[in-house]
C-alpha cells in the first residue's frame, strides 16, 4: 500500500486572494517563506484558467526561491502548466484517483477528510496527505463543516500518511489539538491578515514545533 510522497506539513500556508493586491499577496507569500512556512498552497476559488496560472507562476518564482513546494488547489491542469510540488483536492474536486493518474507517481497529492472513511478512502486512492477541518470556524469565503478533534485524532491513528489540521487555528488556540497527533497546522488568515507575516509565520512554527515535541511527532 503507498506510504505517500514526503511532505513537510508542520506549517502550511493556504493564500487568500480576497483582501489582497497581486503585489501585496506576493509580499505576503514571501515574507511567510521568510518566516519558516513549509508548505504553501496557492488557492484561488474565484479566478478563471488564465489568471489562475499566471498567478501560480508569480507565487512559484517566491516559493521556488525558498525551497518550499507549491501545492495548487482544485486545479489539477493549473498544477501541471506550472510545474508545481502537487494539488490538493477537495470532496467537489476530481478523486484523488484521478488526479493521481494525470499528475504521476511524483507529485504531492493532498486531499481534504472529515471522516475517518473519507481518510481511508483518500490514502487508498493515493493521497500523500489529508486536510482535516474545519477545527474552528473561519473567516474564508470556503464553506466550512466544523470538524471535532476526536476525528482528527482518529484519522491521524487511522492512516499511515501525515495529515495536517485546518481552519480557524493561530497562534492562541492551538491548544485545542493536543493528543491529536497531527503532522501540522494550515493556516490562512493567521498569515495571510497579519501585519507581519515573518514574524506569525515563525511564532506559529515555533508553538506548533513545541506541540508536536510533547506528542513524539
Do not use: F
Amino acid at each position: 500500500m503507498r506510504t505517500g510522497n514526503q511532505v513537510d506539513l508542520t506549517l502550511y500556508l493556504v493564500t487568500d486572494s480576497t483582501y489582497h493586491t497581486t503585489e501585496s499577496l506576493l509580499r505576503t507569500v514571501e515574507e511567510a517563506c521568510k518566516g519558516g512556512v513549509t508548505l504553501v498552497q496557492l488557492r484561488e476559488k474565484e479566478a478563471g484558467g488564465k489568471e489562475y496560472l499566471e498567478k501560480a507562476i508569480l507565487v512559484k518564482k517566491i516559493t521556488d526561491r525558498y525551497g518550499v513546494p507549491l501545492i495548487i488547489d482544485d486545479r489539477v491542469d493549473v498544477a501541471i502548466a506550472c510545474d508545481a510540488a502537487g494539488v490538493h483536492v477537495g470532496a467537489s474536486d476530481l478523486p484523488v484517483a484521478v488526479a493521481r493518474k494525470l499528475l504521476g507517481p511524483e507529485k504531492i497529492i493532498g486531499a481534504t477528510a472529515k471522516t475517518v472513511e473519507a481518510a481511508k478512502k483518500a490514502w487508498e486512492e493515493g493521497a500523500d496527505y489529508l486536510g482535516v477541518g474545519a477545527i474552528y470556524p473561519t473567516t474564508t469565503k470556503v464553506i466550512t463543516i466544523l470538524t471535532k478533534p476526536e476525528t482528527l485524532k482518529a484519522i491521524c491513528e487511522t492512516v499511515p500518511i501525515p495529515v495536517t489540521a485546518i481552519g480557524g487555528l493561530n497562534a492562541e488556540n492551538l491548544e485545542i489539538l493536543r493528543g491529536c497527533k497531527m503532522d501540522g497546522v494550515a493556516v490562512v488568515s493567521a498569515i495571510m491578515k497579519a501585519d507581519d507575516p515573518k514574524r506569525a509565520a515563525e511564532h506559529l512554527k515555533e508553538k506548533i514545533c513545541k506541540l508536536k515535541d510533547t506528542e513524539g511527532k
